[in-house]
């Protein structure tokens, strides 16, 4: 069943009692936004969605006006675009003068729409609010000066991952959006996740950049420089350059990194390899002995801030492994340094990664040692592509290149850890190699595919059945929290990615509000999965020989002293 709606002139076809924005979006008409949030309830509060009803006396926000039969539309009539044009002027009388500057320029909503409705010169003036920089937190900072309260950045910390760090404060001209107390984001319960980052129209919300501290270590002649790039960097960088969304650009991002200056290119997907050979063979651990069930994930940092701050009872149930990230730091700053007689002390090591709540995790004490940090600076995706365009580098001229091993080589789960799902199937490959001694059959799990934010399988590993569930966006791992406190007893092994989808859209990646592009992402990584040789962690070869040179056993004792850690229980916030 449908509803025709006439839209310009054009008869359009709806579904009964959807939004009229959503339906002029699915028709190919473009009206601008600037609050609205695709699967959440529409706020109004921007007004920037305004359009013409025949019959009505006012103009009308599309997005929470449901369609009827037979509704006339004029989406851009002479008053529907002349009061976005006033909305757009009046919120830049409030706005500073510096887009030159801004970390958002060319990329901000509220300057793209001021140049479509042609804003040349301010109209309004008077005196502006002044407020205050939080550069607190180790990875968002946040300047309410360049705040349109838009609202998008609340409603994605309190609805989709529960954590409600800020919020509208004040009331009429003084409103404006802040943390309890108007505290700094380091002392609110903010997991750094960055979604806030993403959802954000401006350069109210930005990550707290490492490019100086890389620039400045490039340029030192003491420092040996090296990065690690996360599994998900190379089918998100190529958007950066107008390249299409998930196609893998590893080849050339590589060739770019060593342009830059870096003087090894490693891998992370490799340290995924890695992680899974701990974390599966802990799960096993824990289910032939007796240990804390479900068993959890600690390769998301912002989930692992989550439990600390909101439910420290479960603190027993997470990984003691490190995240990959932190893993191949460990490993390059005493494995690799021995290796080639380095003093790790001399090591600047860098990580591009798609989250900014890994700026927070690298700083973390428990990723320290006598003074030496397991990675030194983390660079968004973001940021990495504003530091090639700094040193002129076409990417699309590029010749591919390889990455360096030790760290070089990779299996394709160790890849899939970019999306939602990947840890636990790479997880289950191994772990049912580890129980059975043979691989799992056809080595796909698909019921821990897509982009649904609660997934759950029951894998059968010889006589045992494994329950294992899937869970993206915190919200969600909230919710399912509720169920194992209430006694659900079922599941084995649960896997947590802070952001909904998974590191694919992580909050340090480019700025996307396009679900599909998310998925074209996802399919690239799947892609890759389906198409090389290497599809398990334990079939590695470079792994086996660091385990066999180097560390031994997984949860041996020098695996345990360098690629596991321990979390301390905090008290919960009320």
């Given at each position: 069943m449908t509803t025709t709606i006439e839209v310009n002139g054009r008869s359009v076809k709806a579904k009964p009692g959807e939004m009229l924005l959503a339906a002029l979006k699915r028709s190919g008409v473009t009206v601008p936004t600037l609050c609205n949030m695709e699967g959440l309830f529409p706020s109004g509060a921007c007004r920037m969605c305004v359009v013409e009803l025949e019959g009505r006396p006012g103009l009308v926000p599309s997005c929470s006006c449901p369609v009827t039969e037979g509704m006339k539309v004029h989406t851009h009539s002479p008053r529907a675009l002349m009061a976005r044009k006033t909305i757009v002027e009046l919120l830049l009388a409030n706005h500073p003068d510096d887009?030159?500057?801004?970390?958002?320029?060319?990329?901000?909503?509220?300057?793209?729409?001021?140049?479509?409705?042609?804003?040349?010169?301010?109209?309004?003036?008077?005196?502006k609010n002044s407020y205050t920089e939080d550069a607190s937190s180790p990875s968002i900072v946040r300047d309410p000066a360049?705040?349109?309260?838009?609202?998008?950045?609340?409603?994605?910390?309190?609805?989709?991952?529960?954590?409600?760090?800020?919020?509208?404060?004040?009331?009429?001209?003084?409103?404006?959006?802040?943390?309890?107390?108007?505290?700094?984001?380091n002392v609110s319960s903010c997991v750094n996740c960055g979604q806030c980052i993403v959802a954000c129209p401006t350069g109210a919300l930005r990550e707290h950049s490492h490019i100086k501290e890389v620039v400045n270590a490039l340029k030192n002649p003491d420092k040996i420089v090296v990065v690690q790039h996360a599994p998900s960097v190379s089918v998100t960088l190529g958007e950066a350059f107008g390249i299409k969304a998930g196609t893998d650009v590893s080849g050339i991002m590589t060739s770019a990194l060593r342009q830059l200056g870096f003087d090894r290119v490693f891998d992370t997907s490799f340290s995924a390899d890695l992680t899974i050979m701990e974390e599966a063979s802990e799960l096993v651990h824990r289910v032939a002995n007796g240990g804390k069930l479900p068993m959890m994930t600690s390769c998301s940092p912002g989930w692992i801030k989550y439990v600390e701050e909101f439910h420290p009872d479960f603190m027993e149930n997470l990984s003691t492994c490190k995240s990959p990230q932190q893993m191949l730091g460990a490993i390059i700053k005493s494995y690799y340094a021995e290796r080639e007689g380095i003093d790790p002390r001399k090591i600047f090591s860098v990580a591009i990664m798609p989250c900014t709540a890994k700026k927070f995790e690298a700083g973390r004490p428990e990723m320290i040692h006598d003074g030496v940090a397991d990675v030194d600076a983390v660079l968004t995706t973001r940021e990495l592509a504003r530091l090639i365009r700094m040193r002129g580098i076409a990417m699309q001229s590029l010749t591919p290149d390889m990455p360096d091993n030790p760290f070089g080589e990779r299996s394709t789960a160790g890849k899939l850890f970019g999306a939602t799902g990947g840890v636990m199937e790479a997880a289950v490959r191994t772990a049912h190699f580890l129980i059975t001694g043979k691989e799992l059959e056809g080595l796909k799990v698909e019921a821990v595919r897509g982009l649904d934010g609660v997934k759950e399988a029951t894998v059968k590993m010889g006589d045992l059945e494994v329950n294992v569930a899937v869970v993206s966006g915190l919200q969600n791992a909230a919710n399912l929290l509720k169920e194992v406190k209430a006694g659900r007893k079922n599941l084995h092994f649960i896997e947590v990615m802070t952001c909904?989808?998974?590191?694919?859209?992580?909050?340090?990646?480019?700025?996307?509000?396009?679900?599909?592009?998310?998925?074209?992402r996802m399919q690239a990584l799947y892609a890759i999965d389906r198409d090389e040789p290497v599809r398990t962690s334990h079939g590695n070869a470079w792994l086996k020989k660091l385990y066999d040179e180097y560390l031994g056993a997984p949860l041996g004792k020098k695996s345990h002293r360098l690629l596991h850690t321990h979390y301390a229980k905090r008290e919960v916030l009320r």
């Amino acid at each position: 069943m449908t509803t025709t709606i006439e839209v310009n002139g054009r008869s359009v076809k709806a579904k009964p009692g959807e939004m009229l924005l959503a339906a002029l979006k699915r028709s190919g008409v473009t009206v601008p936004t600037l609050c609205n949030m695709e699967g959440l309830f529409p706020s109004g509060a921007c007004r920037m969605c305004v359009v013409e009803l025949e019959g009505r006396p006012g103009l009308v926000p599309s997005c929470s006006c449901p369609v009827t039969e037979g509704m006339k539309v004029h989406t851009h009539s002479p008053r529907a675009l002349m009061a976005r044009k006033t909305i757009v002027e009046l919120l830049l009388a409030n706005h500073p003068d510096d887009c030159l500057y801004c970390v958002r320029n060319n990329t901000c909503d509220l300057q793209n729409l001021a140049s479509e409705f042609g804003v040349r010169q301010r109209r309004y003036a008077g005196a502006k609010n002044s407020y205050t920089e939080d550069a607190s937190s180790p990875s968002i900072v946040r300047d309410p000066a360049k705040c349109i309260l838009c609202g998008k950045c609340v409603r994605v910390c309190e609805e989709i991952q529960g954590v409600s760090a800020i919020d509208f404060t004040g009331r009429g001209s003084q409103a404006c959006i802040g943390t309890a107390f108007d505290e700094g984001l380091n002392v609110s319960s903010c997991v750094n996740c960055g979604q806030c980052i993403v959802a954000c129209p401006t350069g109210a919300l930005r990550e707290h950049s490492h490019i100086k501290e890389v620039v400045n270590a490039l340029k030192n002649p003491d420092k040996i420089v090296v990065v690690q790039h996360a599994p998900s960097v190379s089918v998100t960088l190529g958007e950066a350059f107008g390249i299409k969304a998930g196609t893998d650009v590893s080849g050339i991002m590589t060739s770019a990194l060593r342009q830059l200056g870096f003087d090894r290119v490693f891998d992370t997907s490799f340290s995924a390899d890695l992680t899974i050979m701990e974390e599966a063979s802990e799960l096993v651990h824990r289910v032939a002995n007796g240990g804390k069930l479900p068993m959890m994930t600690s390769c998301s940092p912002g989930w692992i801030k989550y439990v600390e701050e909101f439910h420290p009872d479960f603190m027993e149930n997470l990984s003691t492994c490190k995240s990959p990230q932190q893993m191949l730091g460990a490993i390059i700053k005493s494995y690799y340094a021995e290796r080639e007689g380095i003093d790790p002390r001399k090591i600047f090591s860098v990580a591009i990664m798609p989250c900014t709540a890994k700026k927070f995790e690298a700083g973390r004490p428990e990723m320290i040692h006598d003074g030496v940090a397991d990675v030194d600076a983390v660079l968004t995706t973001r940021e990495l592509a504003r530091l090639i365009r700094m040193r002129g580098i076409a990417m699309q001229s590029l010749t591919p290149d390889m990455p360096d091993n030790p760290f070089g080589e990779r299996s394709t789960a160790g890849k899939l850890f970019g999306a939602t799902g990947g840890v636990m199937e790479a997880a289950v490959r191994t772990a049912h190699f580890l129980i059975t001694g043979k691989e799992l059959e056809g080595l796909k799990v698909e019921a821990v595919r897509g982009l649904d934010g609660v997934k759950e399988a029951t894998v059968k590993m010889g006589d045992l059945e494994v329950n294992v569930a899937v869970v993206s966006g915190l919200q969600n791992a909230a919710n399912l929290l509720k169920e194992v406190k209430a006694g659900r007893k079922n599941l084995h092994f649960i896997e947590v990615m802070t952001c909904p989808g998974g590191c694919i859209n992580g909050g340090g990646q480019p700025f996307t509000t396009n679900m599909d592009a998310v998925r074209e992402r996802m399919q690239a990584l799947y892609a890759i999965d389906r198409d090389e040789p290497v599809r398990t962690s334990h079939g590695n070869a470079w792994l086996k020989k660091l385990y066999d040179e180097y560390l031994g056993a997984p949860l041996g004792k020098k695996s345990h002293r360098l690629l596991h850690t321990h979390y301390a229980k905090r008290e919960v916030l009320r």
